[in-house]
Antibody, heavy 121, light 107 residues
């Protein structure tokens, strides 16, 4: 059974870079013809798509970002470790949220449990 | 950007009753729409994709309909585990995707 698990620091200082990893187990990220995405949810608010990456074949590594975050976001994949990563730079308090990784099928059909990231000095 | 608007913001229903949730897109998304529900402290769960196809393991009491700009999620007989926040999501404008703001279904 496919499982996703987010990991990374729970506290990031303003202006620094938020870095998270999503480890995929129960399946290979490189042989699956899926997109893998990041979504976040600020406290008490709704869901915001951050971006997605494709990890199979000749177009592996193709990335797509939310235009509102594009200038600050980088998503990458490491097929040897079966994980993909999120970097969000120049963070502010507005980036405080639960961050989820998910598989896109389309429709996000498998989700990680989420990890809370707080931006504070 | 395609804006997704859900209504109502909160829906108060009793167990066993029927619930109807709406999602409107600011422009046509065809049938490229998904529905999720999210319980407190949990990740969202995919219910419906392609506007009307139930995801694996989703009970038949959940049904989706619509196309273009108007979509509906119907829960035929609410169970206690169905009280949650429901989100719609368009993926027509791939590679960008947007969620609605959510509808809370409460007792």
């Amino acid at each position: 059974q496919l499982q996703l698990q987010e990991s990374g620091p729970g506290l990031v200082k303003p202006s620094e870079t938020l870095s998270l990893t999503c480890t995929v187990s129960g399946g290979s990220i490189s042989t699956s013809r899926y997109y893998w995405g990041w979504i976040r949810q600020p406290p008490g608010k709704g869901l915001e798509w951050i971006g997605s990456i494709y990890s199979s074949g000749s177009t592996s590594g193709s990335t797509y970002y939310n235009p509102s975050l594009k200038s600050r976001v980088t998503i990458s994949v490491d097929t040897s470790k079966n994980h993909f990563s999120l970097k969000l730079n120049s963070v502010t308090a507005a980036d405080t949220a639960v961050y989820y990784c998910a598989r896109r099928d389309p429709g996000m059909d498998v989700w990680g449990q989420g990890t809370t990231v707080t931006v504070s000095s | 950007e395609i804006v997704m608007t859900q209504s109502p913001a909160t829906l108060s229903v009793s167990p066993g009753e029927r619930a109807t949730l709406s999602c409107r897109a600011s422009q046509s998304v065809g049938s490229n729409l998904a529905w999720y529900h999210q319980k407190p402290g949990q990740a969202p769960r995919l219910l419906i994709y392609a506007a009307s196809t139930r995801a694996t393991g989703i009970p038949a009491r959940f049904s989706g309909s619509g196309s273009g700009t108007e979509f509906t999620l119907t829960i035929s007989s609410l169970q206690s585990e169905d009280f949650a926040v429901y989100y719609c999501q368009q993926y027509h404008n791939w590679p960008t995707e947007t969620f609605g703001q959510g509808t809370k279904v409460e007792i």
